[in-house]
């Protein structure tokens, strides 16, 4: 015999169906709970500048003002040098005899005792410095070797040593000294101290 058939349950009523829906929608998360959540923030670094800082560096303007004194410096005695040249065509040139002598005679190149001109540019081979001359002036009689060895050729210092004498010509270098209003060979001249004078043609 043939087994009869099982029937079919019967369709559920439309009741049921909504509670069973509404279980089922009871189970789900809802959306709304994840919407109220509030999300996690994420800290983002500052962005780091790439402009380096600017340095401004101002000069400083620096004036310098000179101070003018006002007091009026003592004199001081004029010599000339006679190692300086006197004229450019006379320059290379060095005198035949050397000779000293007064106010009255000019230097320059010397050619002969009565040649009317004085060495210009003299030098003493002792110690080897040049010979300074004063118009006007003459050594006075305590001047002596530690005198000038200190001195010259510093002028205000050998000032304290010069007496005034118009027509006279004081000639030293560091270690002789002599003063003539007439000219004179080197080579015959001595000094106050009868020393000879050891004085070339520079």
Request: hydrophobic share 30%.
């Amino acid at each position: 015999p043939v087994p009869a058939s099982t029937p079919a349950p019967a369709p559920q009523s439309t009741d049921e169906l909504d509670s069973l829906l509404a279980e089922l929608d009871t189970d789900q998360p809802s959306p709304s709970k994840y919407a109220s959540d509030p999300s996690p923030s994420l800290s983002v670094p500052p962005q780091r500048s790439s402009s380096l800082p600017t340095t401004t560096t101002t000069a400083a303007t620096i004036t310098t003002t000179t101070a003018t004194s006002t007091s009026s410096a003592p004199s001081v005695p004029s010599y000339s040098s006679s190692a300086a040249p006197v004229t450019s065509s006379i320059s290379k040139q060095k005198c035949k005899v050397v000779c000293i002598g007064g106010v009255k005679f000019s230097p320059g190149l010397c050619t002969g005792t009565f040649g009317g001109k004085t060495c210009a540019r003299m030098r003493c081979t002792t110690c080897s410095f040049i010979v300074c001359s004063f118009d006007g002036k003459r050594w006075a009689a305590d001047a002596d070797y530690i005198f000038f060895r200190n001195n010259t050729p510093n002028g205000e210092k050998l000032s304290a040593r010069m007496e005034d004498d118009p027509g006279t010509r004081a000639y030293c270098c560091q270690c002789n000294w002599i003063s003539v209003d007439e000219i004179t060979k080197v080579s015959a001249a001595k000094n106050q101290g009868q020393k000879e004078l050891r004085w070339v043609c520079a």
